[in-house]
Each structure stands twice: as C-alpha cells, then as structure tokens.
Nanobody
Framework: QVQFVESGGGLVQPGGSLRLSCAAP????????IGWFRQAPGKEREGVSC????????YYADSVKGRFTISRDNGKSTVYLQVNSLKPEDTGVYYC?????????????????????WGQGTRVTVSS
C-alpha cells in the first residue's frame, strides 16, 4: 500500500520550532500537489499548508501564516514543514497526503477528500 511516512514531531515548548518531514516511497512527488494537515484532539482534520507540483505556489491556513514554511525535494521524494513560533493550539497529529485532483494548490482552502496516500502522522505537542 502506497502511503507517506511522516516524522519529526515531538514535545516542544511554546515559541519553539520543529521540522516535520514527509517521505514518499513509491510516489513520484513531482506529479502531485502535496498537503500537510493536522488533527487536534477532539477536532476535525484541517488543512495547514500545500505545495503545488505545477508551479512554486503554496497555500497556508491563516492560523499558520508567517510561522510555517512548506518545501519539497522531489529528488529525495520528501516534503518538509518547518514550524516555528509554536503555540499550544498547534498541538495535534500532522499528516501529509497527495492531492489526486489537481497539481496546483487551491488559493483559499484544502479539501481533504481530494487527498490520498495518508500516512500514520507525526504528533506535535506544544506545552510548557
């Protein structure tokens, strides 16, 4: 079964940083827009950031703009999410997935139903 493998999560104090990685064995990253989602305890999964395959465009949810940065290395089949200035509300399990509908990120949202190859996620806990 093809799926992403996320890593890099952990326990961090407010204001701290992490670099999340998303490896894609068996997936040609250059064919897909890749998204990072997160799910906080008791809440629905939400789209956090997207990296287009067709151009250099990206999308960030308002809650993470200016703090998170998505990047990709197609040669290494890996997508990264640099998360800085972390807040307790950033706590959750972070997942990456491939958009099977489009190669460019939407400008205003991320539809999880369009994504596939979900991994097991990596847990981020922001707490003092």
């Amino acid at each position: 079964q093809v799926q992403f493998v996320e890593s890099g999560g952990g326990l961090v104090q407010p204001g701290g940083s992490l670099r999340l990685s998303c490896a894609a064995p068996g997936i040609t990253l250059g064919d897909y827009a890749i998204g990072w989602f997160r799910q906080a305890p008791g809440k629905e999964r939400e789209g956090v950031s997207c990296s287009s395959a067709s151009d250099a465009s990206t999308y960030y949810a308002d809650s993470v703009k200016g703090r998170f940065t998505i990047s990709r290395d197609n040669g290494k089949s890996t997508v990264y999410l640099q998360v800085n200035s972390l807040k307790p509300e950033d706590t959750g399990v972070y997942y990456c997935a491939a958009d099977l509908v489009r190669r460019a990120c939407l400008s205003g949202t991320m539809w999880s139903r369009d994504y596939a190859y979900w991994g097991q996620g990596t847990r981020v806990t922001v707490s003092s």
